[in-house]
């Protein structure tokens, strides 16, 4: 999975209106092939691991949408957010290499790296290899990184230099130290834009009930502005970190499944 920032609301490149309008400016989707010319790959573990979390975390929270006239704003509404993405609260946007250039930017802020923290967020895809590397990213060239995701790892950025870049979620089934899909935990203090409660006491492991599967959804509620990320199966089981809104007397948790974040019905989750 990869988190994937494409277009405005209108599948355009600018001009549309702050914040994700439908879900899918920036969101997270199956890796595909671009194709790719390079993976970005940080040495560190815990660096990558922040990176992919804070890319999830961006590409779940509706208030980060795409325009490249505004590519700015994210990083403005970021570093006043505690360099949280779910944090931000603030109708704002990115494009591809500013929304990499600010998150990586962020993890430095939050690592105290200076390195990271040196990264550009005008940085666009022309020269983010430079960029990446300076800040000690490996660049990776080998086919078996650029034509599927089996050698890859959480956090690795895959770049088509002067085109797109995306950020990788999960470790490949054939990554060394990998092997199996990871969930990445969202920071337990952040506050969502669409909450109106919070009780900690909510969070925990959920296991769903009913006959049929349940959609996990890029917002609370089943307006069609809030997309179906995935389903689960009745009998599989979710990480809820204790976040939830009201709708319509319904109280929707914040949950992790496997390598989705999203918003879920209480109706058919059980503690």
């Known amino acids: 999975m990869i988190s994937n920032c494409g277009h405005d609301e209108r599948g355009k490149y600018s001009g549309g209106k702050a914040g994700d309008q439908t879900g899918t400016e920036w969101q997270v989707i199956n890796w595909y092939n671009r194709p790719w010319k390079c993976v970005l790959r940080h040495p560190d573990a815990a660096t990558r691991k922040l990176i992919a979390q804070m890319a999830k975390a961006a590409a779940v929270n509706n208030m ?73 990213f490996e660049a990776l060239t080998d086919k078996k990184y ?14 088509n230099d002067g085109a797109h870049v995306a950020t990788n979620l999960t470790n490949g089934a054939k990554a060394s130290g990998g092997g199996t899909s990871q969930t990445v935990p969202i920071n337990s203090n952040v506050k969502l834009e669409t909450a109106k ?3 900690k006491s909510l969070a925990g492991t959920y296991k769903v009930t009913g006959a049929g599967a349940l959609n996990l959804r890029s917002g609370a509620g089943t307006g069609k502005d809030k997309k179906v ?43």
Not at 241 to 247: N, S
């Open 197 to 199: 409660g919070f009780n």
């Open 146 to 159: 650029l034509t599927s995701d089996a050698y890859l790892l959480e956090g690795d950025i895959l770049l």
């Open 64 to 136: 980060v949408g795409y325009c490249q006239s505004h590519r700015g704003t994210f990083w403005t509404n970021l570093a006043d957010s505690n360099f949280d993405p779910a944090q931000i609260t603030v109708p704002c946007e990115a494009d591809c290499s500013s929304g990499v250039a600010a998150i990586v930017k962020g993890a430095g802020y939050r690592l105290k790296n200076e390195k990271l923290k040196s990264v550009s967020t005008a940085c666009y895809t022309g020269n983010l290899r430079a960029a990446l590397k300076a800040a000690g």
């Open 229 to 271: 990320l995935t389903t689960m199966q009745s009998g599989e089981t979710c990480q809820c970190y204790g976040y939830y809104t009201d709708v319509s007397g319904v109280k929707w948790l914040y949950v992790a499944y496997k390598n989705v974040v999203g918003f879920a019905s209480s109706k058919y989750l059980k503690k």
